[in-house]
């Protein structure tokens, strides 16, 4: 397995395909690239949010590098986006606790989804990136 | 008589772009090219806190610690480096950056 992520419209369309050089079964790193989509997919009003994948099963979690990018991008974009993590078998929808939040302390919320009808495909490309599968 | 002065900017300066609340804009002054990440980050923090950008209302709440600089080189069509301030993009449980070493490690 090796970790995926995808950009979703509005739509709940796939928008981009995020497959960067450089990721690995635990992390997909900064990337220009994936910055530059998300601005103009939210400048163009398309952008719901993005997905990644988590290795193994079970019900996945954001990790610290998750969400200090989620605020770092609703910061810089203005507004919270929905972020979707899936494991090998579960899916989650992980969205600002807009309530609970202040500048600084944002507070995040996991809610358990039905796959989104992108996921089988985010998992086939995260299989087939790996030279375990 | 011009309207307007323009600074020039010189080659071991660079032009600062950030991007906050969906608005995008430079610092007035040049800096010095070779600046530090953290010392880009703290001019851009205290700018906009105080309204200091062109373009991007005052937020006094502004924090820019997880974004990410790109230095880019002179171009034709921009004839100054520019240096522009992200939000950073990484993902995942493993490229955290060691709080010994700043490194991230795999």
């Known amino acids: ?133 | 008589m011009a309207d307007e002065l323009v600074r020039v900017i010189r080659d071991d300066e660079a032009r600062v772009n950030v991007t906050w609340k969906m608005q995008n804009g430079d610092l007035p002054d040049p800096v010095f090219r070779d600046s530090s990440e953290n010392d880009v980050k703290g001019w851009v923090t205290e700018a906009v806190r105080n309204g200091g950008v062109p373009g991007i209302p005052a937020d006094r709440d502004a924090d820019f610690r997880d974004f990410v600089v790109d230095r880019y080189p002179p171009t034709e069509a921009r004839p100054y480096n520019l240096i522009q301030l992200r939000p950073k993009t990484a993902f995942g449980w493993s490229n955290m950056r060691c709080p010994n070493c700043g490194q991230v490690h795999e």
């Open chain 1, 1 to 133: 397995m090796i970790e995926t992520g995808v950009v979703i419209s509005i739509h709940h369309e796939p928008i981009f395909w995020h497959e960067p050089g450089g990721r690995s079964g635990g992390a997909l790193p900064d990337s220009r690239t994936l910055w530059d989509v998300l601005w103009q997919a939210n400048r163009d009003g398309w952008l719901s949010g993005f997905a990644h994948t988590h290795p193994g099963g079970g019900l996945p979690g954001p990790s610290r590098e998750d969400i200090s990018s989620f605020v770092a991008i609703e910061n810089a974009l203005g507004r919270p986006l929905n972020w979707w993590i899936a494991s090998s078998d579960l899916t989650v929808l992980v969205r600002k606790a807009l309530m609970d939040s202040m500048p600084g302390r944002e507070v995040y919320g996991r809610s358990r989804v039905a796959d989104p009808i992108w996921v089988p495909e985010l998992r086939k490309r995260s299989q087939m990136g790996s030279p375990y599968r």
